[in-house]
């Protein structure tokens, strides 16, 4: 399985980014899939999650109202569409995702939870 993420960048802070992660090798439809990001000499932190079905989604308390997750299964793609960007949000940001035995509206938060990741995207948001 390869996760490919794309759609990083520097924005203005109060403006918007849209990040991709595509898929290969198996079908994203079978798989929980999540957003996490980092910063340099910090851990990864969860961002947001969503179901295999899409009808479930989980947000980190700092994106909650701004970010939001959304997968198309037909392009074995997960969005995380980003508002209101604020300097804090500034971050390498890695899609992953988890094929495995799993309810179709299950959803997962933690990190060792998953186990395929996607190779990170900046985000660098200014003043």
């Known amino acids: 399985v390869q996760l490919q993420a794309s759609g990083g960048g520097l924005v203005q802070a109060g403006g918007s980014l849209r990040l991709s992660c595509a898929a290969s090798g198996r079908t994203s439809s079978l798989a929980i899939m999540g957003w996490f990001r980092q910063v340099p000499g910090k851990g990864r932190e969860f961002v947001a999650t969503?179901?295999?079905?899409?009808?479930?989604?989980v947000y980190a308390d700092s994106v909650k109202g701004r970010f939001t997750i959304s997968r198309d299964n037909a392009k074995n793609t997960v969005y995380l569409q980003m508002n209101s960007l604020k300097p804090e949000d500034t971050a390498v940001y890695y899609c992953?995702?988890?094929?495995?035995?799993?309810?179709?509206?299950?959803?997962?938060?933690?990190?060792?939870?998953?186990?395929?990741w996607g190779q990170g995207t900046l985000v660098t948001v200014s003043n």
């Open positions: 969503i179901s295999r079905n899409g009808v479930s989604t």
């Open positions: 992953a995702g988890y094929w495995g035995v799993s309810s179709v509206s299950g959803v997962y938060t933690g990190i060792h939870d998953y186990n395929y």
